[in-house]
């Protein structure tokens, strides 16, 4: 199962209505979209229609019937071009490089006799033909080597032009197919009168450089689709248990509820629940670079390898819960090009520009021919003057001025392991000036660790610490796991446990002694005394534990959730860099303040026990735009409230669903890294279109006002959207550590004050 099938490729909106993605054969440009989208919204029962160029991916949203693809794709080729079920990223980037060779094949073939046609007419114009007869040879072998570049090379782009004028949306291919016969019939004309003051090397350079421009552009979108790559899952064959049976079973044959093997070394290839415990390697989708031991009935994601069993022997059994096309990494793509064609506010300004350009630019030709002739100029400088708006026109910068730098931005981000779900956020997550994040999950591990132990006078910790081990082994309370982190041993020795849910637990050790573990509350009922220094005032924000044996209290343990290792220095990028931030919980204040001391934010930054709406409505009291980064079910109304929502590793569905981007490596260090890829893409972005829109709308008066050779105009031309192009692939050579831009005059966060425990005989700190 590809990414093109249906159920990857539709989604059904809030309204009922359908949103498919197709891909579009056929595009030569910008202008190829925009009237390719334009006809769509006309179509009776579509809502709304985008095309992403760079991609060729349409997005379309409408009734069911509306949308389907037999009711779309009619209307779409008698524009001259196809649309098509999604593509899957192997066909991708098989249509790329067969664009490639077919804009190499023309290049060729334009350079090698355009190189002849500009040889000619330098001849000419260089005055080194000792007679007039000679200049005009010259001036017929310079046109006689222009017609295989301009009849065979520039075909694309008449095709492209004349589909664009069926559509009522003349573009750049318009501007340049008339610039090119312009250049020919007025050269022709020339000729015919006796003149060796020849244009034909001005259509040749049109379309030499502008199928450079193409190339350098259609490598761009190949890189691009690195981004992709990085999700992608290979499609393979997989174990599937039956009856004690392993039998070989194509990966899209594999149904719900179904049991499969993993060898050792070999990729989960489908989402599930482990039937089996073992060590996974997660590189490949959480960034981790130590294998993780995952237990019996824990999900696991496709794309995590299967290291062994830990000595135990025998494959990575589990029950499959998402099949091919629906798993995690399947959807998680699937979402990145479906958001990658909504266009943000500059790529709508973008286009906009571009649309009004090419009719303005026709018209200014129009005129420009009869007001020269009028004014004075003679025929043949009128007409280069025409020429030359029509040369100049052509917005190829200003229609690729934004998508390539989203583009390049996107890609940028992934691979710095953040998951762009909606590449549009971009523009909004460069203005973002308040940065919120979620407690437990998010900022924290979501393990508790001891932070502090109390033990009786005279008690021994290593022995302490080797019955607790034992002692919890097989509990599965949540404090369980950083009990048995804090304590060691590896005893085999039996236990009995009588549990009461909640509140404790009664441990008989082999040798008949007892423990008595749980809240104070519990132990008093047990009729344990619990004596008044048995408790640290310090810790009082921290998850108490207490041990007591037949002489009574024993022990006071105090856990907390862990920040994130990289929480401090992330947090300290963000307030150096003048953002406001918040720490939004729904826990007790204790914790709150405790984890706000630990990772630098002030008491007045650290906001508790909030409900999902009280979160919602501080976030929309924060200086806008807001970013919110949150794990849990209850933080979806916080990811819709902010501007831009961000998931992290180990987030929930649901919050996944609301985010615009997820981080794919543990911690919020992804956070800084996306919102300085953000701000380097939006400062492209807007380099490139005030450079494209300057450059248009400066050609366009010179060339009214003076005489510019057409010539000179091309290449003023090319250099435009060259120049955009090379700019924009500066995000992709981008350090990933480079220094931050000053976003504002940094807020401080004064520390809370540490309260360290006093020292005494029975107070252990941990280790």
Same mark, same amino acid.
């Not at 199962?1 to 056929?26: I, R």
């Not at 830990?310 to 998680?332: F, H, I, N, Y």
């Given at each position: 199962?590809?990414?093109?099938?249906?159920?990857?490729?539709?989604?059904?909106?809030?309204?009922?209505?359908?949103?498919?993605?197709?891909?579009?054969?056929?595009?030569?440009?910008?202008?190829?979209?925009?009237?390719?989208?334009?006809?769509?919204?006309?179509?009776?029962?579509?809502?709304?229609?985008?095309?992403?160029?760079?991609?060729?991916?349409?997005?379309?949203?409408?009734?069911?019937?509306?949308?389907?693809?037999?009711?779309?794709?009619?209307?779409?080729?008698?524009?001259?071009?196809?649309?098509?079920?999604?593509?899957?990223?192997?066909?991708?980037?098989?249509?790329?490089?067969?664009? %490639?060779?077919? /804009?190499?094949? !023309?290049?060729? @073939?334009?350079?090698? *006799?355009?190189?002849?046609? #500009? $040889?000619?007419? +330098? &001849?000419?114009?260089?005055?080194?033909?000792?007679?007039?007869?000679?200049?005009?040879?010259?001036?017929?072998?310079?046109?006689?080597?222009?017609?295989?570049?301009?009849?065979?090379?520039?075909?694309?782009?008449?095709?492209?032009?004349?589909?664009?004028?069926?559509?009522?949306?003349?573009?750049?291919?318009?501007?340049?197919?008339?610039?090119?016969?312009?250049?020919?019939?007025? %050269?022709?004309? /020339?000729?015919? !009168?006796?003149? @060796?003051?020849?244009? *034909?090397?001005?259509?040749? #350079? $049109?379309?030499? +450089? &502008?199928?450079?421009?193409?190339?350098?552009?259609?490598?761009?979108?190949?890189?691009?689709?690195?981004?992709?790559?990085?999700?992608?899952?290979?499609?393979?064959?997989?174990?599937?248990?039956?009856?004690?049976?392993?039998?070989?079973?194509?990966?899209?044959?594999?149904?719900?509820?179904?049991?499969?093997?993993?060898?050792?070394?070999?990729?989960?290839?489908?989402?599930?629940?482990?039937?089996?415990?073992?060590?996974?390697?997660?590189?490949?989708?959480?960034?981790?670079?130590?294998?993780?031991?995952?237990?019996?009935?824990?999900?696991?994601?496709?794309?995590?390898?299967?290291?062994?069993?830990?000595?135990?022997?025998?494959?990575?059994?589990?029950?499959?819960?998402?099949?091919?096309?629906?798993?995690?990494?399947?959807?998680?793509?699937?979402?990145?090009?479906?958001?990658?064609?909504?266009?943000?506010?500059?790529?709508?300004?973008?286009?906009?520009?571009?649309?009004?350009?090419?009719?303005?630019?026709?018209?200014?030709?129009?005129?420009?021919?009869?007001?020269?002739?009028?004014?004075?100029?003679?025929?043949?400088?009128?007409?280069?003057?025409?020429?030359?708006?029509?040369?100049?026109?052509?917005?190829?910068?200003?229609?690729?001025?934004?998508?390539?730098?989203?583009?390049?931005?996107?890609?940028?981000?992934?691979?710095?392991?953040?998951?762009?779900?909606?590449?549009?956020?971009?523009?909004?997550?460069?203005?973002?000036?308040?940065?919120?994040?979620?407690?437990?999950?998010?900022?924290?591990?979501?393990?508790?660790?001891?932070?502090?132990?109390?033990?009786?006078?005279?008690?021994?910790?290593?022995?302490?610490?080797?019955?607790?081990?034992?002692?919890?082994?097989?509990?599965?309370?949540?404090?369980?796991?950083?009990?048995?982190?804090?304590?060691?041993?590896?005893?085999?020795?039996?236990?009995?446990?009588?549990?009461?849910?909640?509140?404790?637990?009664?441990?008989?050790?082999?040798?008949?002694?007892?423990?008595?573990?749980?809240?104070?509350?519990?132990?008093?009922?047990?009729?344990?005394?619990?004596?008044?220094?048995?408790?640290?005032?310090?810790?009082?924000?921290?998850?108490?534990?207490?041990?007591?044996?037949?002489?009574?209290?024993?022990?006071?343990?105090?856990?907390?959730?862990?920040?994130?290792?990289?929480?401090?220095?992330?947090?300290?990028?963000?307030?150096?860099?003048?953002?406001?931030?918040?720490?939004?919980?729904?826990?007790?204040?204790?914790?709150?303040?405790?984890?706000?001391?630990?990772?630098?934010?002030?008491?007045?930054?650290?906001?508790?026990?909030?409900?999902?709406?009280?979160?919602?409505?501080?976030?929309?009291?924060?200086?806008?735009?807001?970013?919110?980064?949150?794990?849990?079910?209850?933080?979806?109304?916080?990811?819709?409230?902010?501007?831009?929502?961000?998931?992290?590793?180990?987030?929930?569905?649901?919050?996944?669903?609301?985010?615009?981007?997820?981080?794919?490596?543990?911690?919020?260090?992804?956070?800084?890294?996306?919102?300085?890829?953000?701000?380097?893409?939006?400062?492209?972005?807007?380099?490139?279109?005030?450079?494209?829109?300057?450059?248009?709308?400066?050609?366009?008066?010179?060339?009214?006002?003076?005489?510019?050779?057409?010539?000179?105009?091309?290449?003023?031309?090319?250099?435009?959207?060259?120049?955009?192009?090379?700019?924009?692939?500066?995000?992709?050579?981008?350090?990933?550590?480079?220094?931050?831009?000053?976003?504002?005059?940094?807020?401080?966060?004064?520390?809370?004050?540490?309260?360290?425990?006093?020292?005494?005989?029975?107070?252990?700190?941990?280790?």
């Amino acid at each position: 199962m590809t990414l093109s099938d249906a159920s990857a490729t539709h989604a059904a909106q809030p309204d009922g209505l359908e949103a498919p993605l197709y891909t579009l054969h056929g595009m030569w440009c910008t202008s190829c979209a925009l009237a390719v989208e334009g006809a769509l919204k006309q179509q009776p029962g579509v809502l709304d229609a985008s095309v992403h160029y760079p991609t060729a991916t349409v997005w379309v949203k409408g009734e069911p019937d509306a949308t389907a693809l037999d009711a779309l794709a009619p209307n779409v080729a008698r524009l001259g071009y196809r649309l098509a079920p999604l593509e899957d990223l192997q066909d991708a980037h098989a249509r790329l490089e067969q664009e %490639s060779r077919y /804009l190499t094949l !023309r290049l060729i @073939v334009g350079s090698v *006799f355009g190189m002849w046609t #500009m $040889l000619a007419s +330098l &001849l000419i114009y260089a005055g080194a033909m000792p007679t007039a007869a000679l200049e005009s040879v010259l001036a017929w072998v310079s046109g006689a080597f222009a017609i295989p570049v301009v009849s065979y090379a520039g075909l694309p782009f008449y095709r492209a032009g004349w589909r664009t004028l069926r559509a009522r949306r003349p573009g750049m291919d318009v501007l340049v197919s008339l610039g090119v016969l312009g250049a020919v019939v007025v %050269s022709l004309g /020339l000729l015919w !009168r006796g003149s @060796v003051e020849v244009y *034909f090397d001005t259509a040749v #350079m $049109l379309i030499v +450089l &502008l199928l450079v421009g193409r190339l350098v552009e259609t490598l761009c979108r190949q890189r691009g689709l690195k981004a992709f790559d990085a999700l992608a899952l290979p499609d393979t064959s997989v174990q599937v248990l039956h009856q004690g049976q392993v039998q070989e079973t194509a990966i899209e044959e594999v149904t719900l509820g179904q049991q499969i093997a993993v060898a050792p070394g070999d990729t989960v290839p489908l989402d599930g629940t482990l039937e089996t415990d073992g060590w996974l390697d997660t590189a490949t989708l959480s960034g981790e670079s130590q294998p993780r031991f995952v237990g019996a009935g824990q999900p696991v994601y496709a794309g995590c390898r299967f290291m062994g069993r830990g000595g135990q022997g025998g494959s990575l059994e589990l029950t499959v819960t998402a099949t091919a096309g629906q798993r995690r990494m399947d959807k998680l793509c699937d979402q990145m090009r479906r958001f990658q064609t909504q266009k943000g506010e500059l790529h709508t300004l973008a286009e906009r520009f571009a649309a009004w350009l090419s009719p303005a630019a026709l018209v200014l030709a129009a005129v420009t021919l009869p007001i020269a002739w009028l004014m004075g100029v003679g025929w043949d400088e009128a007409s280069v003057r025409a020429l030359s708006v029509l040369v100049v026109a052509c917005p190829c910068a200003v229609g690729l001025a934004v998508p390539l730098a989203s583009l390049a931005g996107s890609s940028q981000a992934t691979q710095q392991g953040i998951a762009l779900r909606d590449p549009a956020a971009l523009e909004v997550l460069a203005k973002v000036r308040s940065v919120a994040f979620d407690k437990t999950g998010t900022l924290t591990q979501g393990q508790h660790r001891v932070l502090h132990a109390m033990l009786r006078e005279g008690a021994d910790d290593a022995g302490f610490r080797l019955q607790l081990a034992v002692a919890v082994r097989q509990s599965e309370h949540p404090l369980a796991n950083g009990l048995r982190h804090w304590a060691s041993g590896t005893s085999r020795d039996q236990v009995e446990v009588h549990e009461t849910p909640g509140a404790g637990q009664t441990i008989t050790f082999a040798d008949g002694h007892t423990w008595w573990l749980g809240s104070n509350a519990w132990l008093a009922q047990q009729g344990k005394e619990i004596p008044a220094d048995a408790k640290h005032p310090a810790y009082g924000f921290a998850s108490e534990v207490l041990v007591a044996d037949e002489q009574g209290w024993l022990a006071t343990l105090y856990l907390a959730d862990q920040p994130v290792p990289d929480a401090q220095a992330t947090l300290a990028q963000l307030q150096s860099a003048g953002y406001v931030l918040a720490l939004i919980s729904g826990d007790r204040q204790g914790p709150v303040q405790w984890l706000g001391q630990r990772v630098g934010l002030s008491r007045e930054a650290c906001y508790a026990q909030r409900s999902p709406e009280a979160k919602a409505r501080l976030l929309e009291a924060l200086p806008s735009p807001t970013l919110y980064v949150g794990d849990g079910v209850n933080d979806t109304l916080s990811l819709a409230a902010a501007a831009v929502g961000v998931a992290p590793l180990h987030a929930s569905d649901a919050a996944r669903e609301g985010a615009a981007a997820q981080l794919l490596s543990p911690g919020i260090a992804g956070v800084a890294r996306l919102l300085r890829v953000a701000q380097r893409t939006r400062r492209i972005m807007v380099q490139n279109l005030l450079l494209s829109a300057l450059y248009n709308t400066l050609a366009l008066g010179l060339v009214v006002t003076m005489a510019i050779p057409p010539l000179i105009a091309v290449l003023a031309m090319a250099a435009s959207s060259l120049s955009v192009t090379l700019n924009a692939a500066r995000l992709t050579w981008a350090e990933p550590d480079a220094p931050w831009p000053t976003h504002g005059s940094p807020t401080p966060h004064p520390a809370a004050e540490h309260v360290a425990p006093p020292s005494a005989d029975r107070s252990r700190p941990t280790a």
